[in-house]
């Protein structure tokens, strides 16, 4: 079968009749896994100011959306409060072949930040503004060739936000205590 080409998830190849579709034939919008750099970066013991609030969350993504795909062009960008009673913000910027997502939580004093490139991620780079610009005291990376693609719908973009934060909220906070 020949191989089709997407920019967001480079070359696939076509599915499989029956495969994917609901019940009225539609193809999903996006699928579940991308492969590329994945990395996870879970920050403890940061400085609570720069967690509390959305502040500067827009120039935080700027600096961390122009090292995960510098030669983009527009990148779809979703900033929302937490809901969960931690004082912090969820963002999400997505561009054509990376994403980011970052999650604050102020009063833990934690974020988690993913980042995820079909392309080279600078990996080294990314760590290095992490912990300069949140004053992380410690912090733990994690690194995989595969991840889950952010879907470009701003409903869908949103629920994945949320549930995201959710379960970086739950590892964080009972796993990983410090």
Do not use: W
């Amino acid at each position: 079968m020949p191989a089709r080409r997407s920019a967001v998830h480079g070359a696939y190849p076509a599915p499989s009749p029956g495969v994917g579709r609901g019940t009225l034939g539609a193809v999903n919008s996006y699928d579940a896994l991308g492969y590329g750099t994945h990395l996870i970066l879970d920050g403890f013991r940061a400085t609570a100011a720069d967690l509390a609030g959305a502040g500067d969350i827009d120039d935080v993504l700027t600096a961390f959306g122009a090292l995960i795909e510098p030669a983009s062009g527009p990148q779809r960008r979703l900033i929302q409060p937490g809901d969960d009673g931690t004082e912090g913000v969820s963002a999400a910027v997505v561009g054509s072949e990376a994403h980011l997502c970052l999650h604050t939580f102020g009063t833990l004093r934690k974020l988690s930040l993913e980042a995820f490139s079909t392309r080279t991620l600078p990996v080294q780079s990314l760590t290095e503004l992490f912990v300069e610009r949140f004053a992380v005291g410690r912090y733990e990376a994690h690194v995989r060739v595969r991840g889950r693609l952010l879907p470009r719908q701003d409903d869908a973009l949103r629920r994945a936000l949320e549930g995201d934060r959710q379960y970086a909220r739950v590892r964080l906070r009972d796993l990983l205590s410090a």
